[in-house]
T-cell receptor
Framework: DVKVTQSSRYLVKRTGEKVFLECVQDMDHENMFWYRQDPGLGLRLIYF???????EKGDIPEGYSVSREKKERFSLILESASTNQTSMYLC??????????????FGPGTRLTVL | AQTVTQSQPEMSVQEAETVTLSCTYD???????LFWYKQPPSRQMILVIR??????QNATENRFSVNFQKAAKSFSLKISDSQLGDTAMYFC????????????????FGQGTRLTINP
């Protein structure tokens, strides 16, 4: 079974703090994604990566950065957390396959509260 | 830009009933994929069913089936003989693929429908 794990289920931080959200997958997937989930807005893509050290902006990258130093690990960084970044953050991974769609597998999510 | 719209924020049915969740999307592309994902309470999101736009036949997975109307850009999910375990948030999603050839297959999600199955 594909397993995507996230470092924390719940996290509480203060405004201005630097926050690291970690995601690890164990199926040797090339693609990894970070989404945020908000009520009434669904999931929105923050950043994705299709290879080690490669990253591309998604639809809402402002206020976030990412790091992918190893294939299995994809980190989301909030350089200076703000209250409007309070949300559920979901990580996902998938195989790289240009000719056909490959299912995205999701982690359990991290519910981040910024006070 | 592609958009996905789920117009039903919440739905509730009795166990064993059939329920249909609606989804519409907007795209100018001809080839794409559509999905329904399920997010049970406090559990991980999983893929329920997918549809390739070039296939006219509607996808079916056991009690789950879709009604894909390409011209109308509509993609509804039907759950037959609903069970308590079907209680979840359901997200409709569209897959786009960047022209760079990297094949990251990013997803665009709808707002979600919270489905409750009552005993």
């Amino acid at each position: 079974d594909v397993k995507v794990t996230q470092s924390s289920r719940y996290l509480v931080k203060r405004t201005g703090e630097k926050v690291f959200l970690e995601c690890v997958q164990d199926m040797d997937h090339e693609n990894m994604f970070w989404y945020r989930q908000d009520p009434g807005l669904g999931l929105r893509l923050i950043y994705f990566s299709y290879d080690v050290k490669m990253k591309e902006k998604g639809d809402i990258p402002e206020g976030y950065s990412v790091s992918r130093e190893k294939k299995e690990r994809f980190s989301l960084i909030l350089e200076s957390a703000s209250t409007n970044q309070t949300s559920m953050y979901l990580c996902a991974s998938s195989l790289l396959e240009e000719r056909d769609y490959n299912e995205q597998f999701f982690g359990p999510g991290t519910r981040l509260t910024v006070l | 830009a592609q958009t996905v719209t789920q117009s039903q924020p919440e739905m509730s049915v009795q166990e064993a009933e059939t329920v249909t969740l609606s989804c519409t999307y907007d795209t100018s592309e001809n080839n794409y994929y559509l999905f329904w994902y399920k997010q049970p309470p406090s559990r991980q999101m999983i893929l329920v069913i997918r549809q390739e736009a070039y296939k006219q036949q509607n996808a079916t997975e056991n009690r789950f089936s879709v009604n894909f109307q390409k011209a109308a850009k509509s993609f509804s999910l039907k759950i037959s003989d609903s069970q308590l375990g079907d209680t979840a948030m359901y997200f409709c999603a569209f897959s786009r693929e960047e022209g760079s050839g990297q094949g990251a297959q990013k997803l665009v999600f709808g707002q979600g429908t919270r489905l409750t199955i009552n005993p």
